[in-house]
């Protein structure tokens, strides 16, 4: 079966920072692209970050500078670390593996509020 699991969401002030994580089982990881997407308040769900399975990174423009995805091929883990972070980030985070017949995660939630 295949398994997604992010974490790491949580509260944080504008400006702070935090790190989600998202492991992954069932499926050959190191082979498949994977994709941050999140979806705010009466918002679509929207891309914000995809690495490729050879590294290759892309991000939506209003987090470039600020949000770095990775990829550990070891322990089937994907990263998005989030600096500098304003309220206009606050969504449901959530983990995509693979781009034909996708997986998807159950999501983290991440509120940035003073």
């Known amino acids: 079966q295949v398994q997604l699991v992010e974490s790491g969401g949580g509260l944080v002030q504008p400006g702070g920072s935090l790190r989600l994580s998202c492991v992954v089982s069932?499926?050959?990881?190191?082979?498949?692209?994977m994709t941050w997407y999140r979806q705010a308040p009466g918002k679509e769900r929207e891309l914000v970050a995809r690495?490729?399975?050879?590294?290759?990174?892309n991000y939506v423009d209003s987090v470039k500078g600020r949000f770095t995805i990775s990829r550990d091929n070891i322990k089937n883990m994907v990263y998005l670390q989030m600096n500098s972070l304003k309220p206009e980030d606050t969504a449901v985070y959530y983990c995509?593996?693979?781009?034909?017949?996708?997986?998807w995660g159950q999501g983290t939630q991440v509120i940035v509020s003073s």
């Open positions: 995509k593996a693979g781009l034909y017949n996708p997986y």
């Open positions: 069932g499926i050959e990881f190191s082979t498949n692209a």
């Open positions: 690495i490729t399975a050879i590294g290759d990174t």
